[in-house]
Nanobody, 123 residues
Framework: QVQLVESGGGLVQAGGSLRLSCATS????????MGWFRQAPGKEREFVAA????????SYADSVKGRFTISRDYAKNTVYLQMNSLKTKDTAVYYC????????????????WGQGTEVTVSS
């Protein structure tokens, strides 16, 4: 079993930055590929970024490439999403995700989800 707890959301102006954190726990949580999804009001949840278990491979949605960076700190059992040059369309609840493979995360999402952290980007 893997537990995920997100933090770091908030209100930011367009063009600003935020860093989201996802604290993981569980016996084998460090071996899971991890990812971030988001769900804007009235829209379906969508993939944002993913990182494999050893940090050697990452994947991003086209809408965030060049602006967002996913990383993980094994010593802290934490996955981060650094978000720069934020736009109003980035406003959403952001969810941390863990799954069996990177491919699963980048498509349907893995089996484990956090409770979400809200990001609001104002114009």
């Amino acid at each position: 079993q893997v537990q995920l707890v997100e933090s770091g959301g908030g209100l930011v102006q367009a063009g600003g930055s935020l860093r989201l954190s996802c604290a993981t726990s569980g016996r084998t949580s460090s071996r899971y590929p991890m990812g971030w999804f988001r769900q804007a009001p009235g829209k379906e949840r969508e993939f944002v970024a993913a990182i494999n278990w050893n940090g050697g491979s990452t994947s991003y949605a086209d809408s965030v490439k060049g602006r967002f960076t996913i990383s993980r700190d094994y010593a802290k059992n934490t996955v981060y999403l650094q978000m720069n040059s934020l736009k109003t369309k980035d406003t959403a609840v952001y969810y941390c995700n863990a799954g069996a493979t990177l491919e699963i995360i980048t498509t349907t999402g893995g089996s484990y989800w956090g409770q979400g952290t809200e990001v609001t980007v104002s114009s």
